[in-house]
């Protein structure tokens, strides 16, 4: 079965420090991906999607077929950058496949 | 433009108790409609998802049924609620084809006491 691995429950970084968060995922072909992020009080939503190759609010995906990774980096953290980031890899029947989540936190 | 309602936001219900949750798009026709379960430290676990009026199929076995009358509209139920099916429940709905954007609904919370 196809998997995706957020190997970090939680990250907590320093406002202005670099931020990553991992996300592996197990399939041999060319899912599309995406990360999604909830904010307090706020609905699960798109942040960014690897057939875009945009950068949204900072952020960046590079997608890593050797590794099959699709890490989420951001050079300088924000304090609003701190919710709930997931992401979530398309399986083979275009069905999307959650990871547990990485909740970030910036600090002060 | 497209949205996505859910309700009731919250909900207590005691064991044994009948639920509904309802779930309605409006701005899009034919969509793809889902039902996950939120759980800390778990991800979005998908319940049900459904291609079509009718149409229905459910990912893991459970006390939790769905059912889709209109285009537009997803309703989860339970006849009889267990104290394991509190949580945090999302409704959500996707454009056909590849790599399309997965839409949210606000959630509902329901506790079962």
């Known amino acids: 079965a196809q998997r995706v691995t957020q190997p970090e429950k939680l990250l907590s970084v320093f406002k202005g420090a670099p931020v990553e968060l991992k996300c592996n995922y197990s399939?041999?072909?060319?899912?599309?991906l995406f990360w999604y992020v909830q904010y307090s009080r706020q609905r699960l939503q798109l942040l960014l999607r690897?057939?875009?190759?945009?950068s949204i609010k900072g952020f960046t995906a590079d997608l890593n077929k050797g590794e099959t990774s699709f890490h989420l980096k951001k050079p300088f953290a924000q304090e609003e950058d701190s919710a709930m980031y997931y992401c979530?890899?398309?399986?083979?029947?275009?069905?999307?496949?959650w990871g547990a989540g990485t909740k970030l936190i910036i600090k002060p | 433009s497209q949205t996505i309602h859910q309700w009731p936001a919250t909900l207590v219900q005691p064991v044994g108790s009948p639920l509904s949750l309802e779930c309605t798009v409006e701005?899009?026709?034919?969509?793809?409609l889902y039902w996950y379960r939120q759980a800390a430290g778990r991800g979005l676990q998908l319940l049900f998802y459904?291609?079509?009026?009718?149409?229905i199929s459910s990912e893991v076995p459970q006390n939790l049924s769905a059912s889709r009358p209109q285009d537009r509209q997803f309703i989860l139920s339970s006849k009889k609620l267990l104290l394991s099916d509190s949580g945090f429940y999302l409704c959500?709905?996707?454009?056909?084809?590849?790599?399309?954007?997965?839409?949210f609904g606000e959630g509902s919370w329901l506790t079962v006491v």
């Open positions: 959500a709905w996707r454009g056909r084809g590849v790599g399309n954007t997965i839409y």
């Open positions: 701005g899009t026709s034919n969509p793809n």
């Open positions: 459904s291609v079509g009026i009718g149409q």
């Open positions: 399939y041999s072909g060319s899912p599309e």
């Open positions: 690897h057939i875009s190759r945009e």
């Open positions: 979530a890899p398309e399986d083979s029947n275009y069905q999307l496949i």
